[in-house]
């Protein structure tokens, strides 16, 4: 057995990767709380499911994981999908559904080079 490196000291994530995931972690729960209450309504099942990933990619945030970027980009194919459904091809109906969506993702694209320097780290 060999004893561990000591050499090694992990990164750490940026304050900035930490606060887009706690703003993540909070509006995920928003959208959660109020998706399950739409489902008890017999609403639309959307705002849990993007609540639910929402809190997701704040986690994997919060790690310093790649993986937050992939589950966002999930999330926001699945906001497009949805945003198309709901208003079609009307443009201006689709900008309140998109841009705090789109909003975050362009925030989490700073990001990435923490992120791959942390997962490097790690490895």
Known sequence: M?????SFVPARVGWGVKLLG???????????AGG??????GGSWYYALAGLGLVGTGVLLNRGSMAALWLYLIVWTGTLAWAWWESGSDWWAQVPRML????ILLLMLP???TLRRFGRSRA
């Open 2 to 6: 060999t004893p561990p490196d000591s």
């Open 22 to 32: 706690w703003i993540c972690v909070l509006f995920g729960l928003v959208l959660l």
């Open 36 to 41: 399950v209450w739409l489902i008890l309504l």
């Open 100 to 103: 705090s969506p789109t909003v």
């Open 111 to 113: 990001c990435l080079p």
